[in-house]
Every structure is written in structure tokens, then in C-alpha cells.
Nanobody, 117 residues
Framework: QVQLVESGGGLVQAGGSLRLSCVAS????????IGWYRQAPGKQRESVAI???????NYAESVKGRFTISRDNAKNAVYLQMNSLKPEDTAVYCC???????????WGQGTQVTVSS
């Protein structure tokens, strides 16, 4: 089992920045992917940024150049630095971890990010 605790969401004006944090605990030794998804009202959940084993990273096209994902292996943490935020970035952001034992992965409880225009 892996438990995920997120923090860092909030309300920000367009053009502002936020930093999301997620700390994993439990059976973290077999994590092979970690990152963030988001879901806006009335929309499907989408992948925002994922770090795969081997440090391969992929971003949604809509956030490239504005968001940066990073990982601290010593702390079992992943961060999402979000700059130049837009109203369309408004969503619940969820931390996601995939392990060798659970290909469907684990999800955090989500943190609300609201960007006002």
C-alpha cells in the first residue's frame, strides 16, 4: 500500500504561481511512475506531468513551458511548480503513483487549484 498526502493548492490570479507537493509513504520502494493528474468540472481527468523510472518525464501539451515536475527520492516526494497560471488550469489536482505491484496505481485525495481571471 502507498499513501499520498498532497498540499499546496489554493486560489491565485491569472499569471501567478503555485507549487504543489505530494509525499508518499508505505511501500514506496517499487514506485515506477509518480506525478500529477487533474480534473476540471465537467471534464475528463487528464495527465498533467509524470516522472517515469529512468527519469523520463512527460507533460501535457497545455502545460509545457509553464509547469515543472520534480522529485525528491530521499523524501519520497514529488512537486509541481506551476507558473503563468491560466483560468483553464482550474481543477482538482491529484497526486498519482504507480508501482510494480499495482499497475493501476494509487491516488491522493486531491487539492483544489483555482485561477481567477
Amino acid at each position: 500500500q502507498v499513501q499520498l498526502v498532497e498540499s499546496g493548492g489554493g486560489l491565485v490570479q491569472a499569471g501567478g504561481s503555485l507549487r504543489l507537493s505530494c509525499v508518499a509513504s508505505g511501500s514506496t520502494f517499487s514506485i515506477n511512475a509518480i506525478g500529477w493528474y487533474r480534473q476540471a468540472p465537467g471534464k475528463q481527468r487528464e495527465s498533467v506531468a509524470i516522472i517515469h523510472s529512468g527519469a523520463y518525464t512527460n507533460y501535457a501539451e497545455s502545460v509545457k513551458g509553464r509547469f515543472t515536475i520534480s522529485r525528491d527520492n530521499a523524501k519520497n516526494a514529488v512537486y509541481l511548480q506551476m507558473n503563468s497560471l491560466k483560468p483553464e488550469d482550474t481543477a482538482v489536482y491529484c497526486c498519482y503513483v504507480r508501482t510494480a505491484q499495482k499497475p493501476n496505481g494509487y491516488w491522493g485525495q486531491g487539492t483544489q487549484v483555482t485561477v481567477s481571471s
